[in-house]
DNA sequence: TATGCGTAGT
């Protein structure tokens, strides 16, 4: 029985749904006086895209009929939602399995990175279609097996643009871009995704100007090319010419707002993200949940807690569902914000939570120097089932660091690679010489970084260097200063460090040392700068004509500046996120 | 304009 009614109901159910308002698609299919074939299918479809796996499988169960839309809808759903073996029984029932199905289990198999199964798979589907060989190609171009994948693409009996795009894709998957570019140059046509595949590639092996070229002589520049080219600039460092693209463009997106907002975060510049957030709301696009935790960043950086608030308020009102994605930003914005009661607040909220917010939380708490809370959040998590990472022990040895718990630290530190698979990265030994320097083990913390796997960056001998003023150790300045000036050549306040050492031990023969040094190296002469000094010097730039400093410079100082000085108390007061 | 599989952007 159809009739238009069910037509509309049926529409109705798969828009809410796509929206992610599946209880009121539920609510309307239940309301229908007479449900189709379709409508059930599109039920079905609605809970799979929202992951809702047992309210799909209770229905497909009930449904009075099915076609091979109805299994293919519940094998995807199985698939899509991490039940690979589920989807395996189900289709195993599929009285008739079409191509679509086989696709699909296909499918399955490359996304838990099974390409054993994958391939086998494939290999019994009774007449694969461009569909099947291009999901194969896709899961060896994804494992990085790219050799194997051209050998896929070169077997395939059609190429269609697609195929040929999936294959680009690979080359730049594996950063080949000679190869890709190759390949996009023997393309028998192209479409905008072959295009800006490729410009995608320069950008990700950071080669703008390629970027940059390609997309001037790229035929139809789309919504989406112009995405990647603000992106990529903004990755690069560039944020001027991303802000460029930004304003030239038409039809800006809510990509093209999400993009940009997230550089000014990429780049330090929290103030214009917040202030970016604002404009997007303004001009009538709605942020979704990456916009959200680029703002809520943004605040965390700035300690804005106000529009932090704000922005929390904003979150519920929007009718977002706080999910693990918002919930963890709010955690780390709570908590760099100093309310960590709030912060504990949001996690015990939260419908889940994963590893991620529990690292945010132990961080938090190290943050605000609640060391024993952070452990005993740890042992909470362990109890969990949650197994620690590598950011886990980040949190906890700069807890315990800040609380000078240097025992503990040890202990946590050790147990890293004895309890846990993990192997200790740079960031772990500079908390770790953090910890041992503050509370005077100098000796120690030096034998530590000697005996290091891995060499010691810039952060850690400045760590131990610190450490040195700290505790008059004039013999370990030397060694750990030496080995920072590799990294850092021309960073005066090192210097200075070093000389107020030897300074305070009356060491006034080192002193001169240092002072010699500095004036070898061309450092002495510069003395540390004030921003109003450095806007200065940006202000005198225009009149300057011996030098035309760029105007990227000029961008990025006066940025970092107008960040600095805006008060943000008063910004908040201003009412940041409200648009009349 | 109602439902299923493949290629691009935060």
Known sequence: MT??????????????????????????????????????NTMIAGYSHNGCVAEAAELFDRMPKRDAFSWTLMITCYTRNGELEEARRLFDRMPEKDVVSWNLMVEGFVRVGDLVSAFECFRRIPNPNVISWVTLLNGYCKSGCIVEG????????????????????????????DEAYQLFMEMPERNSISWTTMIDGYVQCGIMDEALELFMRMPKKDVVSWNTMIAGYAQDGQMDKALRFFHEMVKKNRVSWNSVISGFIQNGFYVEALQHFKMMRKE????????????????????????????????????????????????????????????????????????????????????????????????????????????????????????????????????????????????????????????????????????????????????????????????????AAEKLFEFEPHTTSNYVLLSNIHAEAGSWGEVERVRVLMKERGVWKQPARSWIEIKNEVRSFS??????????????????????????????????????
């Open 3 to 40: 009739n238009r009614n069910t037509v509309t109901y049926n529409s109705m159910i798969s828009a809410y749904a796509k929206n992610g308002r599946v209880v009121e698609a539920r609510r309307l299919f239940d309301q229908m006086p007479y449900r189709n074939l379709v409508s059930w």
């Open 150 to 177: 051209r050998r896929i693409f070169d077997q395939m009996p059609e190429k269609n643009v697609v195929s040929w795009n999936a294959m680009l894709a690979g080359y730049i998957r594996c950063l080949q871009i």
């Open 284 to 479: 009538g696009k709605d942020p979704d949940w990456s916009t959200f935790a680029c703002a809520l960043s943004g605040c965390a950086n700035l300690a804005a807690l106000q529009v932090g608030t704000q922005l929390h308020n904003l979150l519920l009102k929007s009718g977002h569902i706080i999910d693990i994605f918002a919930g963890n930003a709010l955690i780390t914005m709570y908590a760099r914000c100093g309310r960590i009661l709030t912060a504990r607040q949001v996690f015990d909220e939260m419908v889940s939570v994963d590893l991620v917010s529990w690292n945010s939380l132990i961080a938090g708490h190290a943050l605000n120097g609640y060391a024993k809370a952070a452990i005993s959040i740890f042992q909470e998590m362990k109890k969990n089932g949650v197994a620690p990472d590598e950011v886990t022990f980040i949190g906890l040895l700069s807890a315990c660091s800040h609380a000078g718990m240097v025992d503990d630290g040890l202990e946590l530190f050790y147990s890293m690679s004895r309890d846990y698979p993990i192997t200790p990265v740079a960031e772990h030994y500079a908390c770790v010489v953090d910890l041992l320097g503050r509370a005077g083990r100098l000796g120690e913390a030096l034998k530590l970084v000697k005996g290091m796997p891995i060499k010691a960056n810039a952060g850690i001998w400045g760590s131990l260097l610190g450490a040195c003023r700290m505790h008059k150790n004039p013999e370990v300045a030397n060694v």
């Open 543 to 580: 009149s300057d004509d011996s030098t035309e400093p760029r105007a990227a410079e000029v961008f990025m100082v006066l940025r970092v500046l107008n960040a600095q000085m805006r008060n943000i108390g008063h910004m908040s007061d201003s009412s940041l996120l409200d648009c009349g």
